[in-house]
């Protein structure tokens, strides 16, 4: 299934500019490992009737580049920062600060995002600036149950399907961990979290975070611990705590809210 009006700018990186695209107006969308463009879809939509003047970044997310060294990861993610630049560019030549929202779903979509931001700082040696951050099912804590939850998410649960992933995913696991061990990396939840609170990054103080207490995947209590964080650090900041959604799919449950959160983080109110 094609998405719908974007152009391809490089694997698992597209970019939609709507005919009355306003300066400055951009949506940075990182999506879940595996999300099926149907599922997508449902917000990008949603983005375009909040904000329809704003271009709309989109993220894609697969595991075969979330077992990547982060190195790696950062070179894939480079031309997601050509239309950022160039944007940043027209706002600064028009006299019109930017507008861009960043909206970022499970591991998948955190990590899509800090590497970008990564990327964006090196080259611009400035933090990107930001009307605020939407978390969903998002951040959580760091651990190998939990990493392994997450992977298991963007694969089939029937069987034999399930067996053999649960096998790929311990594998790979067991060789993430080991390089952590061993100080090649940062282990990857406690990089993103961080990350996404990181001025040197980030340009913005407003971040509000959607989750639920019945996630599988990420537990409700590390997305509020993470809250807290973002609090204690001066950040204005709104928690939506559903109390029977899954993982990634809160939109479905209650559209108004997802709406409404939107709106409150666009128009830049107080958290």
Known sequence: MALNGFSKLAPDIYLYTPQDAETGH?????????????????????HKKQ????????????????????????????PAMSPVLSLLAQSNSSNV?????????SNGGINSATHLLIDLERKRKAPLPLVGILCDSVPTGAGYWKTYNAFMYSFPAR??????????????LILLFLSVAMGRYEN???????????????????????????????????????????RAKGWGVKKVILEDTPHCNHLKKDPQMYYDVLELMWTEAKL
């Open 26 to 46: 951009l949506v940075i969308l990182g999506t879940w490992m595996g999300a099926a463009n149907k599922y997508i879809e449902k917000y990008i939509d949603l």
């Open 51 to 78: 904000m329809p003047t704003a271009s709309i970044l989109l993220l894609k997310s697969q595991v075969s580049s979330m077992i990547r060294p982060y190195t790696k990861q950062q070179q894939a993610i480079e």
């Open 97 to 105: 600060p930017p507008r861009i929202f960043l909206h970022i779903f």
């Open 159 to 172: 069987f034999p399907a399930s067996i053999a992933a649960s096998t790929a995913v311990h594998t790979l």
């Open 188 to 230: 990857p939840e406690d990089f993103w979290r961080k990350a996404i609170l990181d001025t040197k990054l980030i340009d913005s103080k407003r971040i509000c975070y959607v989750a639920s207490k019945a996630d599988k995947q990420t537990d409700w209590r590390d997305v509020v611990a993470h809250a807290e964080m973002a």
